[in-house]
């Protein structure tokens, strides 16, 4: 059995202003969604809570099903700030794509501004889950990648503690036959495949990325991560899968989103945790 290392919080992060602060971090998934209220650290101050994600599903049954979620914790600890990771292209508080939850009725969605406003107008930012686990995961320091392994494959890259442009690397193809990572090695091809032949695919992966990002290191998060049976390169590490809702914190601090088009709106270089 390979020897797995979970990336934890070091002591070289930085504490930040504003640990009054309340947020209420939801992580939606492909398979589930994921909330928790947590402060300006990501440490979890309530307890974390989940329900399946409706299949099919609409933006609104979407917002319906999240207001539902949250519902306890807000009454528990009252946010003062939401941010949410979303399994797609997001830009501006906006879907662009939404892969797993159809092509129809998914693009430009104003999520994170409907759910606010449900949720007594709370301000809000929305990324990308991967980009949000990723926060939770990296330690600031030369070029960070992640790679979330769930119900698809997510990516995202970090320069010295700040988001880069976000690629799609769930739909580009990582073989002959013109698969894409997610239909390569997301919970389907698993579960088809097997845990084994899984496993010497994202061996496969790690390797094409090392070679296409030249990464200082790796973050490998999502709930299939715990699934890897082989040894991993020495710049490699697993995350735990609440990361995606830790790295929530991170969106209100203007240095980790700054430069972004994801957030345009954080380009002032200003927010909560100055």
């Given at each position: ?61 979407l917002v319906d099903t999240l207001a539902k ?192 088009r994801q957030l345009p709106e954080a380009n ?7």
């Amino acid at each position: 059995m390979a020897k797995r290392t979970v990336a934890s919080k070091t002591e070289s992060k930085t504490k930040v202003a504003g640990s009054a602060e309340r947020i209420l971090a939801i992580d939606v998934g492909g398979t589930g969604l994921k909330a928790s209220i947590i402060d300006a650290d990501g440490q979890m101050k309530t307890e974390r809570v989940r329900v399946a994600t409706p299949h099919p599903c609409t933006p609104d049954q979407l917002v319906d099903t999240l207001a539902k979620l949250v519902a306890p914790l807000v009454d528990e600890a009252p946010p003062t700030l939401m941010s949410i990771g979303f399994p797609g292209v997001v830009r501006n508080n906006r879907i662009l794509t939404a892969p797993h939850f159809g092509l129809e009725g998914w693009h430009d969605i104003p999520l994170a501004d409907a759910l606010a406003q449900r949720l007594g107008g709370l301000p809000v930012r929305m990324i990308n889950d991967a980009e949000m686990q990723g926060f939770a995961a990296i330690e600031g320091h030369g070029l960070e990648f992640v790679l979330t392994l769930g119900t698809g494959a997510g990516t995202a890259m970090f320069r010295d503690g700040e988001l880069m442009p976000h690629l799609e690397l769930a739909h580009h193809p990582v073989s002959k036959k013109g698969v894409a990572y997610d239909e390569y090695i997301g919970e389907a091809a698993r579960a088809k495949a097997g845990n084994k032949r899984w496993n010497r695919r994202v061996h496969k992966v790690i390797g094409i990325l090392a070679s296409l990002v030249n990464y200082d290191k790796l973050w490998i998060g999502g709930g299939n991560a715990v699934r890897l049976d082989f040894d991993l390169p020495s710049n490699v590490a697993t995350v735990s899968n609440d990361a995606g809702i830790e790295g929530g914190a991170r969106l209100w601090h203007p240095r980790s989103v700054r430069e972004t088009r994801q957030l345009p709106e954080a380009n002032q270089r200003s927010g909560p945790f100055k």
